[in-house]
Nanobody, 126 residues
Framework: QVQLVESGGGLVQAGGSLRLSCAASGRTFSTYTMGWFRQAPGKEREFVAAVTWTGRSTTYADSVKGRFTISRDNAKNTVYLQMNSLKPEDTAVYYC???????????????????WGQGTQVTVSS
């Protein structure tokens, strides 16, 4: 069982930066693929970024590629999402997710992740 708690959200102007953190409980965190997803009002939850358990392989949605960076620190049981050059369309609730059965692969699909945090709001003003 893994519990995930996101932090770092807030209100920022367009062009600004935020760093989200996701703290995980449980000794098996280091073996899980970790992902970030987001959900804007009236829209489905969408993939943002993912990192394999080693941290060596990452993938991003096209909409954030070059602006966002996902990373993890297995010693601290924490995964991060550095968000730069933020745009109003990045406004959403951001969720951290853990996939226990992905092995050394990442996934962009919501149903591949077993554990979810409660989410943190990111609002980008124009």
């Amino acid at each position: 069982q893994v519990q995930l708690v996101e932090s770092g959200g807030g209100l920022v102007q367009a062009g600004g930066s935020l760093r989200l953190s996701c703290a995980a409980s449980g000794r098996t965190f280091s073996t899980y693929t970790m992902g970030w997803f987001r959900q804007a009002p009236g829209k489905e939850r969408e993939f943002v970024a993912a990192v394999t358990w080693t941290g060596r392989s990452t993938t991003y949605a096209d909409s954030v590629k070059g602006r966002f960076t996902i990373s993890r620190d297995n010693a601290k049981n924490t995964v991060y999402l550095q968000m730069n050059s933020l745009k109003p369309e990045d406004t959403a609730v951001y969720y951290c997710a853990a996939g226990s059965s992905l092995g050394s692969a990442w996934s962009r699909y919501v149903n591949k992740y077993d554990y979810w945090g409660q989410g943190t709001q990111v609002t980008v003003s124009s």
